[in-house]
């Protein structure tokens, strides 16, 4: 009898991937950067670099600094803005046939709705993933992020203004990143993605100063892997809509470790930086394991974490 290929295909709301294997916003630009050296269809889908409804200019360097095992941005955000990016961006975008997500960023909640709105007339966006957690900016984002109530308030904002599948973003900067999960869900979330950057800083010993120009910014990379997996596992067991996984992915093994965990998808960002043709070798490791381990769908897999005594 032969091998029957696993079904890797996953579902998050209404919205189908070939595969759970998602490109990280602000790790993938617009997706168009790394279309010359991927395959873009080849993935589950990318999410884009957050959009405002202006352009940003972000935050002068230094903005980025490495440390053991990941690294400190506090990039702020830049971007096109939402117009420029429906109309330079994303004609090109659809020529590739990828799935395309949309961050999308506000420093209201009108903007968070306006944003969402516009891209809802656009051809081509997959889906809506808010960002309510970006440590590196003082106003919007966060604000309604680590705040049950403006978590709520602007999650149902947005769900007026869009037929797209809208995915929260949550931020690990909280005591209960289940509860946030939790309210997202009750506000019309579709799905929510954690753990987006943890606040921290590094400092420049013989200048005293820290190492970036924002003072602090957001640790990302394997130093947080473990307590991003945990903070997965407690919001899949908190809601009954998907949960996509993040934070420090850096091999097959890793992704294996948040879909038992309960992750429906997961997202890779910084190994991206260390290798860009990462994604066949997640895909041809999950692919195995399922394989050696008799799995017939991924979808199986999500959340089997056993914690019964040995």
């Not at 209201?108 to 516009?118: H, K, L, T």
Request: charged share 20%; hydrophobic share 45%.
């Amino acid at each position: 009898m032969g091998v029957t290929t696993p079904d890797l295909s996953v579902q998050i709301g209404s919205l189908r991937l070939a595969n759970p294997l998602i490109a990280a916003s602000g790790c993938f630009g617009y997706g168009l950067e790394y279309a010359s050296t991927i395959d873009l269809r080849t993935l589950g889908g990318f999410v884009t670099k957050g959009l405002f409804m202006t352009e940003r200019e972000g935050h002068p360097p230094e903005r980025i600094v490495e440390t053991p095992s990941g690294m400190i941005n506090a990039i702020g955000l830049q971007g096109i803005g939402v117009h420029r990016f429906i109309n330079e961006r994303l004609p090109e975008i659809r020529k590739t046939g990828a799935t395309t997500i949309v961050n999308i960023c506000g420093t209201s909640i009108d903007e968070y709705a306006e944003v969402a709105r516009a891209l809802s007339q656009a051809e081509g966006v997959a889906a809506l993933e808010l960002n309510i957690s970006c440590p590196n900016i003082k106003e919007g984002g966060i604000q309604f992020g680590c705040h049950l109530g403006g978590t709520f308030d602007v999650v149902s904002a947005v769900r007026k203004a869009t037929h797209l599948p809208i995915i929260p973003k949550l931020t690990p900067n909280v005591t209960d990143p289940a509860s946030f999960a939790k309210a997202s869900e009750d506000a019309g979330a579709d799905a929510v993605s954690l753990v987006n950057t943890f606040l921290a800083l590094a400092i420049d010993i013989e200048t005293r100063k820290p190492a970036i120009s924002n003072g602090m910014g957001g640790l990302s990379g394997p130093a947080i892997r473990p307590i991003a997996v945990r903070m997965t596992y407690e919001c899949a067991k908190a809601v009954k809509i998907p949960v996509i996984g993040m934070g420090g992915i850096a091999s097959a093994r890793d992704v294996l470790e948040f879909l038992i965990a309960g992750a429906a998808a997961v997202q890779v960002g910084t190994a991206n930086f260390v290798d860009p043709f990462i994604w066949s070798k997640l895909l041809a490791g999950l692919t195995d394991y399922l394989t050696r381990h008799q799995i017939a769908r991924v979808a199986d897999l999500v959340g089997t974490v056993d914690f019964s005594k040995h």
